[in-house]
């Protein structure tokens, strides 16, 4: 028996596809499909607000330059808030990074579920419903090379 992917929920062999408790032979699955399900808004929401999260301190660094250079206060002042504005623009440069790496994993996860169909026994069967997008594709993968070798046999 050759193992094409397992991790504690999903295996995959040359025999059967096993999710959770449920098992299905090979044998028995006579059309595999994939689809995606009902987007997360939640998911959109939060590359959003990670956006924001890095235009933020920027926005406000550029309206406090502009402030002091409005407000007609003395020289000292407007440089002070000239300097704070860029400290805060500044800011961003080391949040930067661990938010573009949160929006990176955003979409490695995708935002729609994605679903693994098969017909068993003349009945359309929801095999799997993930998130992770790259789990989804290796799983969906080692499924498909799991029925090539079966039908070579």
Same mark, same amino acid.
């Given at each position: 028996?050759?193992?094409?992917?397992?991790?504690?929920?999903? &295996? %995959?062999? +040359?025999?059967?596809?096993?999710?959770?408790? =449920?098992?299905?032979?090979?044998?028995?699955?006579? =059309?595999?499909?994939?689809?995606? #399900?009902?987007? +997360?808004?939640?998911?959109?929401?939060?590359?959003?607000?990670?956006?924001?999260? @890095? /235009?933020?301190? @920027?926005?406000? $660094?550029?309206? #406090?330059?502009?402030?002091?250079?409005?407000?007609?206060?003395?020289? !000292?002042?407007?440089? $002070?808030?000239?300097?704070?504005?860029?400290?805060?623009? @500044?800011?961003?440069?080391?949040?930067?990074? %661990?938010? @573009?790496?949160?929006? !990176?994993?955003?979409?490695?996860?995708?935002?729609?579920?994605?679903?693994?169909?098969?017909?068993?026994?003349? *009945?359309?069967?929801? /095999?799997? &419903?993930? #998130?992770?997008?790259?789990?989804?594709? *290796?799983?969906?993968?080692?499924? &498909? =090379?799991? /029925?090539?070798? +079966?039908? %070579?046999?």
């Amino acid at each position: 028996m050759v193992t094409y992917y397992s991790d504690k929920l999903v &295996q %995959v062999t +040359s025999d059967a596809i096993r999710v959770g408790d =449920r098992r299905y032979p090979l044998g028995e699955l006579a =059309r595999v499909w994939h689809a995606k #399900g009902a987007r +997360s808004w939640r998911a959109v929401a939060g590359r959003g607000a990670i956006g924001i999260a @890095l /235009l933020g301190p @920027l926005a406000a $660094a550029g309206i #406090g330059i502009a402030v002091a250079l409005t407000l007609h206060t003395s020289l !000292d002042v407007t440089i $002070a808030i000239v300097g704070v504005s860029c400290l805060l623009g @500044l800011g961003v440069g080391p949040l930067a990074d %661990v938010m @573009l790496e949160r929006m !990176d994993r955003s979409y490695a996860r995708g935002s729609r579920s994605l679903e693994i169909w098969a017909t068993w026994r003349g *009945q359309p069967v929801l /095999l799997l &419903q993930t #998130g992770d997008a790259l789990r989804f594709g *290796q799983i969906y993968r080692a499924l &498909q =090379r799991a /029925l090539e070798s +079966s039908a %070579v046999r």
